[in-house]
């Protein structure tokens, strides 16, 4: 049985940071892309970070660029996101994701480019 399970999340003033996690259980993710979205209060599910097997391909939300960082370690089958400089708007319920390879910014920026999904883990920035 697969199982994606987010940790890390929690409360944290403007300007903070936040590192959260995901173990992936049940299966290789060899050639698996590895995400993170984000679903704020009332929001559609939007796409953060992507990183894939080899770490070779990254993509980040405009919104995220240059404050958060994707990274996966492969031996623990784990992949991160380093928060900071957190903002209010960073508020949300983040989830994990794996899919299969794609290299295309357009498809891995889906939702539906993913097979497996974690519960959710909530973040939430105060001003």
């Known amino acids: 049985q697969v199982q994606l399970v987010e940790s890390g999340g929690g409360l944290v003033q403007a300007g903070g940071s936040l590192r959260l996690s995901c173990a992936a259980s049940?299966?290789?993710?060899?050639?698996?892309?590895m995400a993170w979205f984000r679903q704020a209060p009332g929001k559609e599910r939007d796409f953060v970070a992507v990183?894939?097997?080899?770490?070779?391909?990254?993509y980040y939300a405009d919104s995220v660029k240059g404050r958060f960082t994707i990274s996966r370690d492969n031996a623990k089958n784990t992949v991160n996101l380093q928060m900071n400089s957190l903002k209010p708007e960073d508020t949300a319920v983040y989830y994990c994701?794996?899919?299969?390879?794609?290299?295309?910014?357009?498809?891995?920026?889906?939702?539906?480019?993913?097979?497996?999904w974690g519960q959710g883990t909530q973040v939430t920035v105060s001003s």
């Open positions: 994701a794996a899919g299969p390879f794609r290299s295309d910014s357009y498809y891995v920026t889906r939702d539906r480019a993913y097979e497996y």
């Open positions: 990183v894939s097997w080899s770490s070779s391909i990254t």
């Open positions: 049940g299966r290789t993710f060899i050639n698996y892309n």
